[in-house]
């Protein structure tokens, strides 16, 4: 990503692990909307050989990135929140997959 | 090899965690649930008339005692009904445990007869919900379940029991260990060093109390901080009785309806010393103009109460009491006497003034005669709405968990089955329930279940026949126009009482008011006492909703006031 670019997106990749069982995208995505936080992309994918996720996140690192990762941090089923640069490859690579 | 059903194994593990009384009601989902608990000798069952009742009685229980409180329901419209109660715990950090039957597992998602997504639905409404997929699962969501509802910042916790769960039988080695909180992470000790420096330096420190003070049993420590270091302390709606009202440090509630001379105090203070609470918007006022000139210190259970709102100059996260305790020993004994001077001068020259009242009865008096009827320590449950304000502003709490009111969600129907809860947790103790007739209606069903459990529930129901609040509001701040807050049908709650089997009073006959007090505190089990108030008299000082404290309308001192200098230019150093 180049300057240019950055400077339009001042964004921050999130990578959750979690429990892997249906219902933790809800839970994820419901505290999104409930605490009216932007979410630019999202990925998830089984890991650890099923009995753990991987949700990787694109959100804005604005002022309320803190409270953000605070909320997520407190869900039940979140084991760990890390906080990568907006460039971190996970979400470039699918740049491809989502032009129109 | 124990063998058991889903259902017999969700009642065993339910007496294993020691929970004896389970309000609710049955329905076709939960049936087999039902079945078990009618098998059981250790839990009660209370039938309420509606879940949401239901949801109440567990939360009077959880708020009454501390203790994680259960309740049942079916699905769909059970569930459904739960949430509001559900709803009200998450705001106000309640414990609780709502087990909600589902239908068959082989139906979910089919629209089958009573089926909602009780799991989807209650997500934003929970601290966390499970949705149970076998019964070998109960095994470790139930007491998972009573860990998480308990830990850290408390909370409801939801589990949806699919029917074919209920009856699937298993078999297991042994029970597993009842769920228990989780211990608190441990109080920073740099972070309770600074904090004492901070208040040893400061001039004019306020300690900001909630319901996390509460509810970790801090109030003792947070009075012999007060007293150690001169330090006047206000209290939220839920911090309320944290430490005694009428302590000669206490500032009593602040915010929206606070005496004018509480909210001047906030306003003066160079340290907020915050411990339990959430710098709620009815608490805080306008929050960018919330004391102004003050170091914040926030201690929170909650790492993400910590600069959600204000941010603090030092955050602490940690259980509120073993954060006080720490700094105890580490605080200076002071005096302040400039500082309790202005604060004393303050609370002479602006204080809570009586409600006006054009009616036959003062809301005030009457919520202080009522007090003085009652043991110092009774338990208060109240709706929500004027008179909810009317018991905060002169109600003389004594003890933490004395007050029970739905202070985050502020649910209209909370007062009468929180009530109910807490006379089933502390059974012979009058508890008493201050209404008001809009409250009163959207529960009153319950008075059924007060009758048929011969609650020791004092229903004390102010009646202006309208929802005085909202009439309040349209009156100051709508060009006074009136709309859908007064009640054309008059309802005749004496009759209504008496059809369900409850005793009632009237205090609308001037003469005998005493009397008819004394009368119905001193009967055993439920009773309603009906007191006529006039629509005219409003809750007073009012904040407007969005201004800062500073800008109180109404509740003031005419006699005394212009004999006091300015007081933003008497403050202290």
Same mark, same amino acid.
């Given at each position: 990503?180049?300057?240019?670019?950055?400077?339009?997106?001042?964004?921050?990749?999130?990578?959750?692990?979690?429990?892997?069982?249906?219902?933790?995208?809800?839970?994820?995505?419901?505290?999104?909307?409930?605490?009216?936080?932007?979410?630019?992309?999202?990925?998830?994918?089984?890991? /650890?050989?099923?009995?753990?996720?991987?949700?990787?996140?694109?959100?804005?690192?604005?002022?309320?990135?803190?409270?953000?990762?605070?909320?997520?941090?407190?869900?039940?089923?979140?084991?760990?929140?890390?906080?990568?640069?907006?460039?971190?490859?996970?979400?470039?690579?699918?740049?491809?997959?989502?032009?129109? | 090899?124990?063998?058991?059903?889903?259902?017999?194994?969700?009642?065993?593990?339910?007496?294993?965690?020691?929970?004896?009384?389970? %309000?609710?009601?049955?329905?076709?989902? /939960?049936?087999?649930?039902?079945?078990?608990?009618? =098998?059981?000798?250790?839990?009660?069952?209370?039938?309420? =008339?509606?879940?949401?009742?239901?949801?109440?009685?567990?939360?009077?229980?959880?708020?009454?005692?501390?203790?994680?409180?259960?309740?049942?329901?079916?699905?769909?419209?059970?569930?459904?009904? *739960?949430?509001?109660?559900?709803?009200?715990?998450?705001?106000?950090?309640?414990?609780?445990?709502?087990?909600?039957?589902?239908?068959?597992?082989?139906? #979910?998602?089919?629209?089958?007869?009573?089926?909602?997504?009780?799991?989807?639905?209650?997500?934003?409404?929970?601290?966390?919900?499970?949705?149970?997929?076998?019964?070998?699962?109960?095994?470790?969501?139930?007491?998972?379940?009573?860990?998480?509802?308990?830990?850290?910042?408390?909370?409801?916790?939801?589990?949806?029991?699919?029917?074919?769960?209920?009856?699937?039988?298993?078999?297991?080695?042994?029970?597993?260990?009842?769920? =228990?909180?989780?211990?608190?992470?441990?109080?920073?000790?740099?972070?309770?060093?600074?904090?004492?420096?901070?208040?040893?330096?400061?001039?004019?420190?306020?300690?900001?109390?909630?319901?996390?003070? @509460?509810?970790?049993?801090?109030?003792?420590? #947070?009075?012999?901080?007060?007293?150690?270091?001169?330090?006047?302390?206000?209290?939220?709606?839920?911090?309320?009785?944290?430490?005694?009202?009428?302590?000669?440090?206490? *500032?009593?509630?602040?915010?929206?309806?606070?005496?004018?001379?509480?909210?001047?105090?906030?306003?003066?203070?160079?340290?907020?010393?915050? !411990?339990?609470?959430?710098?709620? &918007?009815?608490?805080?006022?306008?929050?960018?103009?919330?004391?102004?000139?003050?170091?914040?210190?926030?201690?929170?259970?909650?790492?993400?109460?910590?600069?959600?709102?204000?941010?603090?100059?030092?955050? #602490?996260?940690?259980?509120? =009491?073993?954060?006080?305790?720490?700094?105890?020993?580490?605080?200076?004994?002071?005096?302040?006497?400039?500082?309790?001077?202005?604060?004393?001068?303050?609370?002479?020259?602006? %204080?809570?003034?009586?409600?006006?009242?054009?009616?036959?009865?003062?809301?005030?008096?009457?919520?202080?005669?009522?007090?003085?009827?009652?043991?110092?320590?009774?338990?208060?449950?109240?709706?929500?709405?004027?008179?909810?304000?009317?018991?905060?502003?002169?109600?003389?709490?004594?003890?933490?968990?004395?007050?029970?009111?739905?202070?985050?969600?502020?649910?209209?129907?909370?007062?009468?089955?929180?009530? #109910?809860?807490?006379?089933?947790?502390?059974?012979?103790?009058?508890?008493?329930?201050?209404?008001?007739?809009?409250?009163?209606?959207?529960?009153?069903?319950?008075?059924?279940? !007060?009758?048929?459990?011969?609650?020791?529930?004092?229903?004390?129901?102010?009646?202006?026949?309208?929802?005085?609040?909202?009439?309040?509001?349209?009156?100051?701040?709508?060009? /006074?126009?009136?709309?859908?807050?007064?009640?054309?049908?008059?309802?005749?709650?004496?009759?209504?009482?008496?059809?369900?089997?409850?005793?009632?009073? &009237?205090?609308?006959?001037?003469?005998?008011?005493?009397?008819?007090?004394?009368?119905?505190?001193?009967?055993?089990?439920?009773?309603?006492?009906?007191?006529?108030?006039?629509?005219?008299?409003?809750?007073?000082?009012?904040?407007?909703?969005?201004?800062? /404290?500073? &800008?109180?309308?109404?509740?003031?001192?005419?006699?005394?006031?212009?004999? @006091?200098?300015?007081?933003? !230019?008497?403050?202290?150093?």
């Amino acid at each position: 990503m180049n300057a240019i670019q950055k400077n339009r997106c001042q964004c921050a990749t999130l990578e959750l692990t979690v429990h892997n069982h249906p219902g933790v995208m809800s839970h994820v995505c419901g505290m999104f909307s409930r605490r009216a936080f932007n979410v630019e992309g999202i990925l998830c994918m089984p890991a /650890n050989g099923g009995d753990r996720s991987s949700i990787w996140l694109k959100v804005r690192a604005n002022g309320r990135l803190e409270q953000m990762i605070k909320q997520l941090t407190k869900l039940e089923d979140v084991v760990e929140v890390c906080r990568h640069d907006a460039d971190h490859e996970v979400f470039l690579r699918l740049e491809d997959f989502f032009r129109v | 090899m124990i063998q058991r059903t889903g259902a017999q194994t969700i009642v065993e593990l339910l007496e294993r965690q020691g929970v004896t009384i389970v %309000p609710g009601i049955p329905g076709g989902a /939960n049936l087999p649930l039902y079945d078990a608990l009618s =098998r059981s000798k250790r839990i009660r069952h209370v039938l309420a =008339r509606h879940e949401q009742g239901a949801g109440f009685m567990a939360q009077g229980m959880a708020r009454a005692t501390g203790e994680t409180s259960v309740c049942f329901a079916t699905s769909g419209p059970g569930a459904t009904n *739960l949430i509001t109660a559900i709803a009200d715990a998450k705001l106000d950090s309640i414990p609780i445990v709502a087990i909600t039957g589902q239908v068959p597992g082989s139906l #979910i998602g089919s629209d089958a007869f009573q089926e909602v997504d009780t799991y989807g639905m209650s997500i934003p409404v929970t601290k966390h919900n499970f949705l149970v997929r076998s019964a070998r699962e109960l095994l470790r969501v139930i007491p998972d379940a009573f860990r998480i509802a308990a830990s850290g910042r408390p909370g409801p916790v939801l589990i949806d029991v699919p029917k074919d769960v209920q009856t699937e039988v298993i078999e297991f080695e042994s029970w597993p260990e009842p769920g =228990r909180a989780d211990p608190s992470p441990a109080v920073d000790a740099l972070d309770v060093a600074r904090a004492a420096d901070m208040i040893n330096e400061s001039q004019r420190p306020v300690l900001y109390i909630g319901g996390g003070a @509460v509810c970790s049993g801090a109030g003792e420590a #947070i009075r012999r901080l007060a007293e150690k270091a001169c330090i006047p302390t206000t209290m939220t709606l839920m911090g309320l009785g944290a430490i005694p009202v009428d302590h000669p440090l206490s *500032l009593r509630m602040l915010g929206m309806h606070a005496a004018r001379y509480t909210n001047m105090a906030l306003e003066d203070c160079d340290l907020l010393i915050a !411990a339990g609470v959430r710098f709620d &918007d009815r608490a805080t006022g306008k929050v960018a103009e919330f004391c102004p000139t003050a170091k914040v210190i926030h201690v929170d259970i909650d790492p993400s109460e910590l600069d959600k709102i204000k941010s603090a100059h030092l955050g #602490i996260e940690g259980d509120a =009491r073993e954060a006080v305790e720490a700094l105890l020993p580490q605080v200076h004994k002071s005096g302040r006497t400039k500082w309790m001077d202005h604060v004393g001068r303050l609370k002479a020259a602006y %204080p809570l003034v009586a409600a006006a009242s054009g009616g036959p009865l003062s809301p005030h008096r009457l919520v202080r005669t009522i007090s003085e009827l009652l043991k110092r320590d009774a338990c208060v449950a109240t709706d929500v709405g004027q008179h909810q304000m009317w018991v905060a502003q002169v109600y003389p709490f004594n003890r933490p968990r004395q007050l029970l009111t739905s202070g985050g969600l502020g649910t209209m129907g909370f007062g009468l089955p929180a009530a #109910i809860g807490a006379a089933l947790a502390h059974p012979g103790d009058p508890v008493v329930c201050f209404t008001g007739d809009g409250s009163l209606l959207m529960n009153i069903q319950e008075l059924a279940t !007060a009758a048929e459990e011969a609650s020791n529930v004092k229903v004390v129901l102010m009646n202006n026949n309208s929802l005085g609040l909202v009439h309040q509001q349209q009156n100051l701040f709508y060009g /006074n126009r009136i709309f859908g807050s007064d009640y054309v049908c008059h309802v005749d709650f004496l009759k209504v009482a008496e059809g369900f089997g409850v005793p009632a009073f &009237d205090m609308g006959q001037p003469d005998s008011q005493h009397s008819a007090l004394e009368q119905a505190l001193s009967l055993d089990g439920p009773c309603l006492i009906h007191a006529p108030i006039d629509v005219g008299t409003q809750v007073l000082p009012m904040v407007p909703p969005g201004a800062a /404290n500073r &800008d109180m309308i109404g509740g003031e001192n005419g006699h005394t006031h212009h004999s @006091v200098p300015q007081h933003a !230019a008497t403050v202290p150093a």
